[in-house]
C-alpha cells in the first residue's frame, strides 16, 4: 500500500508545494478543526516514539561502557546532540545519515554473528546434548569478573554452559495475551507510513524511482537485519555463563560486541564502528522525529490558526522551540519508559 500512495503523494506536494505532514488533510477538506484534530493524532504518538529512542541510547551507552556513562547522563548527552543537530541541520542531512549509518551497520550485522559463531560455534555443534562445547562453570562470581570452572560433581553452585539443551528452553508458546499484543502490532504498523517524518520523506525525494527504490530497500532491510540479531541473541543465551556477570548482564547486542571486542584489533574495530553506527542510527531517528513534529505543529498550529501572519523567523524560532520541548518530553519520559515497557508503548 506504502508502495501505491507515497509516489502519489510526492507528486501531490511537487505541484501544490506541500511542506507540513497534514497539507493534503487541508488542502482536500479544508477544514482547520480536522487538521487540528490529525496534527494531535500525529504528534502524540511520536511523543513516545522519541522516548522509546532516548531510552534505547541510554541503555545502549551505558551496556557499552559497562556502567561507566549512567542512563541519565546518556539520555541528556543524546538530548544535548540532537538538539544542536536540530539547529545545524535538516531532513536531508537525516536521510543521508541514516543512508551512511544504515550501510556500516548492515556490514556490522554480517560480521557480529559470524564472529560469534566462529568463536563459540556453529548450531549444529552447540545443538547436541553434550556437545564439545560443553563445561561447567561457578555462579558464585562478582561483577566484572569471569566465572571459575568448577566440576559438576556440585551441582549447587555449579552451571552448565555452552550446548544448548542444557542451558536453557530457548523456545516456548506465547500466552494469549501476547498473541494479540503482537497482533495489535502489526495492526498499528501498517499506519506507521502515516507518521510525520515518513511523510516528510516522501516530500523530498528527488522522482517517484527514487521513492519506489527506497521503499522497496526499507521493506527488506529488517530482514537482514532480523536473522543476524536472532543468531546472536542464541548464541549468547547457550554461551553466556562463562562471561563476565556485566556482560551477561548487558542485552545481546552490547554482550556480544564487549566479548568480540576483545578478541583482536580487528575485531575491535568493527564492533567499534557497528556500536557508533548503532548509536547513532537511534539519535538519526529521533531527530527525524522531532523534526516532523516541529514541522507539523508549526505550520499547522502556529501558522494556520495561532498566527498566520506569521514571519518566516518567527516560524524559525518556533520549529526550534517545539523541538527544544520535544527533548525535553523525550529525556523526563525516559525515566520511565525502560526497555521492557517498549512492545507495550509501540
Known amino acids: 500500500a506504502y508502495l501505491l500512495f507515497a509516489p502519489r503523494l510526492r507528486r501531490l506536494a511537487v505541484e501544490r508545494s506541500y511542506s507540513s505532514p497534514n497539507d493534503f488533510i487541508k488542502d482536500r477538506f479544508r477544514s482547520p478543526l480536522l487538521t487540528l484534530m490529525c496534527t494531535v493524532f500525529m504528534c502524540v504518538p511520536q511523543v513516545l516514539y522519541c522516548t522509546v529512542q532516548f531510552s534505547s541510547f541510554a541503555y545502549n551507552l551505558a551496556g557499552l561502557t559497562l556502567g561507566a556513562v549512567d542512563l541519565g547522563t546518556g539520555r541528556l548527552i543524546m538530548g544535548l546532540i540532537i538538539f544542536v543537530l536540530e539547529l545545524a541541520g535538516g531532513m536531508k542531512s537525516v536521510v543521508l545519515s541514516d543512508a551512511i549509518q544504515g550501510t556500516l551497520m548492515l556490514f556490522g550485522f554480517v560480521l557480529l554473528p559470524a564472529f560469534a559463531l ?37 551441582p549447587s553452585h555449579c552451571t552448565m554452559s555452552g550446548c544448548m539443551p542444557q542451558v536453557a528452553k530457548l523456545y ?46 526499507l521493506f527488506l532491510m529488517p530482514f537482514l537485519a532480523a536473522m543476524p540479531g536472532i543468531i546472536t541473541g542464541i548464541v549468547k543465551k547457550v554461551v553466556e555463563q562463562d562471561w563476565p556477570v556485566s556482560s551477561q548482564k548487558a542485552s545481546a547486542f552490547s554482550g556480544m560486541c564487549i ?18 553506527a548503532a548509536l547513532a542510527a537511534i539519535m538519526s531517528t529521533a531527530d527525524s522525529v522531532i523534526l516532523g513534529v516541529s514541522s507539523t505543529i508549526t505550520f499547522d498550529v502556529f501558522k494556520d490558526i495561532l498566527r498566520p501572519k506569521a514571519t518566516d523567523r ?7 522551540t517545539m523541538s527544544g520541548i520535544m527533548v525535553i518530553l523525550s529525556i523526563v519520559l525516559a525515566y520511565y519508559i525502560l526497555p521492557p515497557d517498549f512492545g507495550t508503548v509501540l
Not at 494479540?180 to 504498523?189: C, E
Not at 499506519?191 to 522497496?216: E, G, T
Not at 566479548?259 to 557508533?276: A, H, P, R
Request: aromatic content about 18%.
Open 118 to 154: 566462529g568463536y563459540y560455534g556453529t548450531f549444529g555443534n552447540l545443538s547436541e546434548e553434550y556437545c564439545s562445547n560443553c563445561f561447567f562453570i561457578s555462579s558464585n562470581s562478582s561483577l566484572g569478573a569471569c566465572p571459575e570452572s568448577c566440576e559438576a560433581e556440585a
Open 172 to 217: 516456548s508458546y506465547p500466552t494469549w495475551t501476547a498473541r494479540f499484543g503482537m497482533l495489535w502490532f502489526i495492526v498499528t504498523l501498517i499506519f506507521f507510513p502515516l507518521n510525520p517524518h515518513m511523510v516528510q520523506r516522501m516530500y523530498i525525494a528527488r522522482d517517484d524511482m527514487a521513492l519506489k527504490v527506497s521503499s522497496m530497500i
Open 259 to 276: 566479548e568480540i571486542m576483545g578478541k583482536g584489533t580487528f575485531e575491535y574495530f568493527i564492533v567499534s564502528v557497528l556500536n557508533c
Open 314 to 320: 518567527e516560524m524559525v524560532y518556533m520549529g526550534y
